[in-house]
């Protein structure tokens, strides 16, 4: 045992130079520093905006704490085959479609880098509807327009990308394969 202890008489362990002592030191500006104002919880969501939650009706006619998810779309784990869920799944489109009033797709889907939609402008007060196809650069969204839903070219050029994206193929290289489908196949001879 050592006898380096600052207390005489007292042993110590370990010599523990003596450190200094900090001072706090007062800023003014900090106190000037106003945080900024949080609008509150009112302000930002309204449970009224979001209408009344539908429960399930018990067969005695009372209200149950279960929500009822009958307008949800089915689940595919609710179905023994896949040939079920996909007659579930019309069964439940034809139900709702009369209920959407506006497109329900993304616009750029968070998983896909490069996909087909169809969109539609408005001229005259008429809505012609488009496909094209769109890909992300970045955070930047390209677009290839393909034509009218109506026409038979444009079906056929929109089936051609779904074909390439489902191969694997860049999106470059069907911005490519859709510029040359544009592109007259041979040049007109000079005579």
């Known amino acids: 045992m050592k006898h380096n202890s ?4 007292q042993l110590a362990l370990f010599a523990i ?6 001072t706090t030191v007062h800023d003014p500006y900090w106190d000037e520093v106003v945080a900024p104002e949080h609008p509150q919880p009112e302000e930002r969501w309204n449970p009224a905006d979001f ?4 429960h399930k009706l018990e067969n005695d006619g009372q209200l149950s704490i279960f929500y009822d998810d009958s307008q949800e779309p089915p689940d595919p784990d609710d179905y023994k085959n896949l040939d079920d869920y996909h007659r579930a ?3 439940w489109e034809i139900l709702v479609r009369a209920q959407v009033t506006s497109s329900t797709k993304k616009v750029a889907p968070e998983h896909n880098t490069h996909w087909v939609e169809k969109y539609w402008v408005n001229r005259n007060n008429n809505r012609y509807w ?5 890909w992300m ?13 109506d026409s038979i070219i444009a079906k056929r050029k929109k ?3 779904e074909v390439w994206i489902g191969d694997g193929l860049a999106p470059v290289e069907i911005e490519k394969l859709i510029r040359q489908q544009r592109s007259p196949q041979s040049p007109m001879p000079n005579i």
Do not use: M, N, Q
Not at 130 to 134: L, W
């Open 6 to 9: 600052d207390v005489p008489g």
């Open 51 to 54: 209408g009344e939650v539908p």
């Open 137 to 149: 650069l970045g955070r930047k969204k390209k677009r290839i327009h393909l034509g009218s839903v």
């Open 130 to 134: 488009y496909f094209r196809y769109c």
């Open 17 to 22: 130079a003596p450190t200094e002592i900090r």
């Open 89 to 91: 799944w019309a069964e």
């Open 159 to 161: 089936a051609d990308v």
